[in-house]
């Protein structure tokens, strides 16, 4: 069992890969109450890995299961925690993408949520003959 303390590692989960990482802040109970456990999740951002991956100009496409996440039929749009992820992932940098789905993504959008089978078609497509 976790004792509770004042202070707390702060963690986040890498919307890529959905594994906590830590942040290096510390977070204060303002009343010096023991309220917090050694690690508290705070939100969603990017893995080390994963950061380095966005820097260099690669969108993510994480491949998660629809009948799985929390999502109904017909919406477009999947919040992270809601996403079922297969563990699959492919990394196109983002003017390939843009080409390549014909979509445009904001600068800052790390990562986009994808059916099953749309990375076996990539890898297709890639080792197709010209």
Not at 13 to 32: E, Y
Not at 33 to 57: I, K, N, V, Y
Not at 59 to 83: F, H, I, M, Y
């Amino acid at each position: 069992m976790d004792e509770q303390s004042y202070v707390s590692l702060e963690q986040r989960l890498c919307l890529v890969c959905g594994l906590p990482f830590d942040t290096g802040n510390l977070l204060l109970d303002k009343r010096l109450r023991p309220s917090m456990a050694r690690h508290t999740t705070t939100g969603w951002g990017l893995c080390a890995e994963h950061q380095a991956l966005f820097d260099d100009g690669f969108v993510a496409l994480v491949e998660c299961d629809p009948e799985r996440s929390g999502v109904s039929a017909g919406v477009g749009t999947l919040r992270p925690e809601q996403a079922y992820r297969t563990g699959r992932l492919a990394h196109l940098r983002r003017d390939v993408f843009m080409r390549l789905f014909d979509a445009s993504i904001a600068d800052g959008q790390a990562c986009v949520f994808i059916e099953p089978g749309v990375i076996a078609q990539l890898k297709t497509m890639v080792s197709a003959p010209r």
